[in-house]
């Protein structure tokens, strides 16, 4: 059982470059989540999808945007990256909502030169 | 908005000492908490939540709706105790918000 399964694990881009973070997991999960996790400020949610075929902005959706392809997966894109998007990136899921039980994947460190 | 904060950024601590990892949240209605944990190389993972009043790995948290608090402690600490831990609230009534602190460092030297 992989649980959350995120890829890649590491990536660096120049400014401008484009790419997508895949997140898939196996648990029959409703709820997705992506999150970025800066030194001092924890958990930020950049935008979460309750269920396949609906997604809403998390706390800070700027300059991305995101794909629920199905009820397992949920793609995070970067269309223009920024050195302001270094980060590490965290996708989740849940059961329901997030006031269940939160499985995270193992987070993909970006750099953004 | 809700809010969550953790004041300590690093708590640094010896071996079976007590610990307390402080959380204050802002909140108006009526608010889930949690602790999640990230141990070193290890995901993120839930450690506990208010409303099941568990204790875990000998911790405890108890919600104070007075003073907003809901502070970990455990009253011996371990070696193996040392890892990331954040504070985190959600609200029923808000979509799938879960927001949390900015975390505290739990070093427990031997």
Redesign the interface.
């Known amino acids: 059982n992989a649980g959350v399964t995120q890829t890649p694990k590491f990536q660096v881009l120049k400014t401008g470059q484009s790419m997508t973070l895949q997140c898939a997991q196996d648990m029959n999960h409703n709820?997705m989540?992506w999150?970025r996790q800066d030194p001092?400020?924890?958990?930020?949610?950049i935008y979460?999808s309750?269920s396949e075929g609906t997604t809403?902005k998390?706390?800070v959706p700027n300059g991305y945007n995101v794909s629920r392809l199905n009820k397992r997966e949920f793609s995070l894109r970067l269309e223009s990256a920024a050195p302001s998007q270094t980060s590490v990136y965290?996708c989740?899921s849940?059961v329901g909502?997030?006031?269940e039980?939160?499985f995270?994947?193992?987070?993909t460190q970006l750099s953004v030169l | 908005a809700q809010r969550?904060t953790?004041p300590e950024?690093l708590l640094s601590v010896f071996k079976g000492a007590p610990v307390e990892l402080k959380c204050n949240y802002s909140y108006s209605g009526s608010p889930?908490l949690f602790w999640?944990v990230q141990y070193s190389r290890q995901?993120?993972?839930?450690l506990l939540?208010h409303i099941s009043r568990e204790s875990i790995k000998g911790f405890t948290a108890d919600l104070n709706k007075g003073e907003t608090s809901f502070h970990l402690k455990k009253p011996f600490a371990q070696e193996e105790d040392s890892a990331m831990y954040?504070c985190a609230l959600?609200q029923?009534n808000a979509?799938?918000?879960?927001?949390?602190?900015?975390?505290t460092r739990l070093m427990v030297k031997p």
């Open positions: 709820s989540y999150y001092g400020m924890g958990l930020r949610l979460y309750a809403d998390g706390e965290f989740a849940s909502g997030s006031f039980k939160l995270f994947g193992s987070g | 969550v953790q950024k889930e999640y995901r993120l993972q839930l939540r954040y959600s029923r979509g799938n918000m879960l927001t949390f602190g900015g975390g």
